[in-house]
T-cell receptor, first 114, second 116 residues
Framework: DVKVTQSSRYLVKRTGEKVFLECVQDMDHENMFWYRQDPGLGLRLIYFSYDVKMKEKGDIPEGYSVSREKKERFSLILESASTNQTSMYLC?????????????FGAGTRLSVL | AQSVTQPDIHITVSEGASLELRCNYS??????LFWYVQSPGQGLQLLLK??????LVQGIKGFEAEFKRSQSSFNLRKPSVHWSDAAEYFC??????????????FGTGTRLKVLA
């Protein structure tokens, strides 16, 4: 089974802190994704990566950056956390290609910024 | 622009009753469509997918969905709901990107409550 692991289930941070959310997948997937999930808004794509050191902005990239130095690991960075970034963050991974484009999700990190 | 609409935010059904969750999409080409389920405190699990071929697709946990191109719909159904089906359900369409990577566009979700 594909396993996508997010390093923390819950995080509490202060406004202005630099925050790192980590995601690791064990199936050699080329693509990795970061979403945020908010009630009534569903899942919105922040950033994704299609190869090591390669990234593309999603629908809501403002206030976030990402890093992918190794194929299995994809980090989401909040340079200066703000209260409006309090949310559930979900990581996903998939193989490259249309027919194999099933995304596998981690359990999520619930971030509270105080 | 591509989009997915799930018109029902909340649905409540009695255990043993049938279920239909609605999903409408907007996409110019042949869509790749997905239904995911999220149990409380969990990530998303794939229920079923449609890529091509038979428009009625079967998934896990007794769910099925029917692709209707003329109505731009991909509704999820289950003939008899179990209490363990209480969860949030997301419909998604696969869409292209600048890099050629296929990403998902999700609907806003439907939260299902099951009465005993």
């Amino acid at each position: 089974d594909v396993k996508v692991t997010q390093s923390s289930r819950y995080l509490v941070k202060r406004t202005g802190e630099k925050v790192f959310l980590e995601c690791v997948q064990d199936m050699d997937h080329e693509n990795m994704f970061w979403y945020r999930q908010d009630p009534g808004l569903g899942l919105r794509l922040i950033y994704f990566s299609y190869d090591v050191k390669m990234k593309e902005k999603g629908d809501i990239p403002e206030g976030y950056s990402v890093s992918r130095e190794k194929k299995e690991r994809f980090s989401l960075i909040l340079e200066s956390a703000s209260t409006n970034q309090t949310s559930m963050y979900l990581c996903a991974s998939s193989l490259r290609g249309i027919a194999k484009n099933i995304q596998y999700f981690g359990a999520g990190t619930r971030l509270s910024v105080l | 622009a591509q989009s997915v609409t799930q018109p029902d935010i909340h649905i409540t059904v009695s255990e043993g009753a049938s279920l239909e969750l609605r999903c409408n999409y907007s996409y110019g080409a042949t869509p790749y469509l997905f239904w995911y389920v999220q149990s409380p405190g969990q990530g998303l699990q794939l229920l079923l997918k449609y890529f091509s071929g038979d428009t009625l697709v079967q998934g896990i946990k007794g769910f099925e969905a029917e692709f209707k191109r003329s109505q731009s719909s991909f509704n999820l159904r289950k003939p008899s709901v179990h209490w363990s089906d209480a969860a949030e359900y997301f419909c998604a369409v696969g869409a292209g990107s600048t890099s050629g990577t296929y990403k998902y566009i999700f609907g806003t979700g439907t939260r299902l409550k099951v009465l005993a």
